[in-house]
């Protein structure tokens, strides 16, 4: 990360528990503006925990998360976040899962209407022309009245996609947004991603697609172990790496494609 740039993202000394289960172990990393962020790792090493602790779905039981100047410091024995701070937070992070998540009996314009309308109070009109040039943005502007039912699992994530991006967030995160796609969807959305990052959208993404990590990131980070091992530039980690475990980790990758 640029050092003469605040950052617009800083996850500190994150730990997750569930149970007995250490997933996180004093995880750590900052994003400037515009950076995009890719987390790669074996299954089991975090980085969706991470992720999902960066807009509070989970909340973390020790460490500090600062988004946009926004801090939330957590311990054992502290008061998790009030709902509005959570509200808050999440109209700066928008977030994308690897299933959709479309409300099945709404037209895929209400899907994307519905979080401006009813969280922000962007009237009906306003929120509606937004969502048809995000529709446009995402190549599914024929598509604003048809039902999810009616879409190919690549235009559902296109879809949901579209969807966060009208809460107009300062940040994008994507937890694996194309494992639940058969290999052929798989770059059209990828195609939305990349032109997101070229618009300068701050992003950070858990994926398993090398090759799209090395085209589109400005760094990439190795997690193990619950925490972040290895961060450097995609030619850095994907073909110098210093970290044992990460060369281990690449070589069984490209092992198994």
């Not at 959570?86 to 994308?96: C, E, F, I, P, T």
């Not at 509606?128 to 235009?155: I, N, T, Y």
């Not at 992003?203 to 997690?223: K, N, P, Q, Y």
Request: net charge neutral; glycine share 10%; hydrophobic share 40%.
């Amino acid at each position: 990360m640029n050092g003469q740039q605040r950052p617009i993202l800083v996850a500190e000394g994150i730990h997750k528990s569930f149970g007995n289960l250490h997933v996180l172990k004093g995880a750590s990393l900052k994003v400037a503006p515009g950076e995009v962020v890719t987390l790669i790792g074996a299954s089991g090493s975090g980085k969706s925990t991470f992720l999902r602790c960066m807009n509070l779905l989970e909340t973390p039981q020790d460490g500090f998360l600062e988004i946009n100047g926004r801090r939330f410091g957590f311990s054992q024995t502290g008061a998790p976040p009030r709902d509005r701070e959570l509200v808050a937070l999440r109209r700066d992070v928008g977030m994308v899962f690897q299933h959709f998540n479309l409300f099945p009996h709404m037209k895929v314009i209400d899907n994307i209407i519905e979080g401006p309308v009813q969280a922000k109070g962007i009237p009906i009109g306003e929120a509606r022309e937004h969502a048809l040039d995000l529709l446009s943005k995402v190549g599914l502007a024929d598509k604003a009245d048809v039902f999810p039912s009616k879409l190919s699992g690549g235009q559902k994530q296109r879809v949901a996609i579209a969807r966060a991006l009208a809460m107009k967030p300062d940040i994008m995160l994507f937890d694996e947004p194309t494992s639940a796609l058969d290999p052929e969807l798989v770059g059209e959305v990828l195609g939305v991603i990349s032109d997101l990052a070229r618009d300068g959208m701050t992003m950070i993404l858990v994926t398993h697609e090398m090759g799209f990590a090395a085209d589109v990131s400005t760094r990439v980070g190795f997690m193990n172990n619950g925490v972040m091992a290895e961060i450097g530039t995609p030619d850095e980690i994907l073909h110098h790496p210093k970290n044992e475990r990460l060369r281990s980790f690449l070589n069984r990758f490209h092992a198994n494609r």
